[in-house]
Structures are given as structure tokens and as C-alpha cells.
Nanobody, 117 residues
């Protein structure tokens, strides 16, 4: 059974940093696309960053390029999202999702990030 468990969210001031973690069980990271999505209050869910299996590349939403970095530790079966220079518009619930960068079938429960002074 596949489980994705996010952690690391919280309250941070504008310009601050957070690192989100997603612990994966039930499959091996090497063989599946995996990434981060977010849903801001009153907005549609959007893709933030993803590891693609089909071309081996990572992708980022334009709004986070240069500020966020996705990484993974295959030995720990964990994916991370390093978020720097956070802005109030980054406030959202962040979800880890797997098996597709466009239409994932597996989702975590989400972790809330609030950027506010």
C-alpha cells in the first residue's frame, strides 16, 4: 500500500526558508514520478515541482523558479522541497504526490505553509 507523509510546514516570515519532507512507503522512488503541489486559499491546486521519470528531468512552476529546489534521497525513500525567499503568496497547503507529474494517483495529507509577518 502506498503512503506519502509530508512534514515540515509551519509559519515563517517573508524572506524566510522552510524545507518540506515527504516520506514514501509502498514503492521505490527510483521508478516513479514524484513531486509537490500546493493549494492556496481560494485558488486551484497547482504543480510546484516534480521529478519526471519519462525524461529524468525536474520541473518548476515559474512562480518558484530560483527559490525552490526539489531533491530526493533514494536510500531514505524521501523527497524534499527546499523553499527559500518565501513570499506571502507561497502560503498554501503543500502536497506530495506520486506516479505522475500531471495527474498523480497517490497523494499525501498535506502540510500547511503560512508566510506572514
Amino acid at each position: 500500500q502506498v503512503h506519502l507523509v509530508e512534514s515540515g510546514g509551519g509559519l515563517v516570515q517573508p524572506g524566510g526558508s522552510l524545507t518540506l519532507s515527504c516520506a514514501v512507503s509502498g514503492f521505490t522512488l527510483d521508478y516513479y514520478a514524484i513531486g509537490w503541489f500546493r493549494r492556496a486559499p481560494g485558488k486551484e491546486r497547482e504543480g510546484v515541482s516534480c521529478f519526471s521519470i519519462s525524461d529524468g528531468k525536474t520541473s518548476y512552476a515559474e512562480s518558484v523558479k530560483g527559490r525552490f529546489t526539489i531533491s530526493r534521497d533514494n536510500a531514505k525513500n524521501t523527497v524534499y522541497l527546499q523553499m527559500n525567499n518565501l513570499k506571502p503568496e507561497d502560503t498554501a497547503v503543500y502536497y506530495c504526490a506520486a506516479d505522475s507529474c500531471l495527474y498523480p494517483n497517490y497523494w499525501g495529507q498535506g502540510t500547511r505553509v503560512t508566510v506572514s509577518s
